[in-house]
Structures are given as C-alpha cells and as structure tokens.
Nanobody, 118 residues
Framework: QVQLVESGGGLVQTGGSLRISCAASGTVSAINAMGWYRQAPEKEGEMVAL???????KYADSVKGRFTISRDNAKSTLYLQMNSLKPEDTAVYYC????????????WGQGTQVTVSS
C-alpha cells in the first residue's frame, strides 16, 4: 500500500502564497495519477488539481492561473503551489494517489489546513 503525508498548510493573508507538499511512502511504484482535493466547512469536497505520471495536469476553474501542481517522482512527493490566495480557498487540502496493485485502489492523506484571512 501507499501512505501519504501532507505538510505545509497554515495561515496566510489574502493575496499571499503557500506551497503544500505530500510525501508518499510504501509501494510508490504503484502510483499513477495524483491529485489535490479540498473540503471547506459546510461545502462539498472538490477536486483542485490532478497530475498524471506523464506530467499532464488538470485544474478546477476556480484555481486556474493561480495554483500549480507538480510532482517529483524521484522524491515521491507531490506539490501544490498556491498564489494569489483568496478567503474562499480556505479548506482542508487532501492528497490523493490512484494506485495499480494488480487492481485499482486509492490512497488519501490525512489533510492539511489552509486558512486565508481577509
């Protein structure tokens, strides 16, 4: 299996920047696409950004042009660079990995809180 641990969340002012990371361990060779999702209070969870093994990316419309997802396969680490942050970006951000273990599976991190003050 794969374990995911997020880090780098915190409190930032509107317009500021923050980079969050997700370190993978375990059977990292099983990881295919990875992504960031977020859950804000009293709102449905949403996909923020996805990245394939080949580096293809997809973003939610709400973060396009502000957020950048990247991965360092040598370090088994996923990143999300967040610029021009807005109060509506406040949420718990979760890292996800799609796995192939001879069958499809998915792994989630424990989440990291990002709070943007107005």
């Amino acid at each position: 299996q794969v374990q995911l641990v997020e880090s780098g969340g915190g409190l930032v002012q509107t317009g500021g920047s923050l980079r969050i990371s997700c370190a993978a361990s375990g059977t990292v060779s099983a990881i295919n696409a990875m992504g960031w999702y977020r859950q804000a209070p009293e709102k449905e969870g949403e996909m923020v950004a996805l990245i394939t093994n080949g580096g293809g990316t997809k973003y939610a419309d709400s973060v396009k042009g502000r957020f950048t997802i990247s991965r360092d396969n040598a370090k088994s680490t996923l990143y999300l660079q967040m610029n021009s942050l807005k109060p509506e970006d406040t949420a718990v951000y979760y890292c996800n990995a799609d796995l192939w273990l001879g069958y499809s599976a998915s792994s989630w991190g424990q989440g990291t809180q990002v709070t943007v003050s107005s």
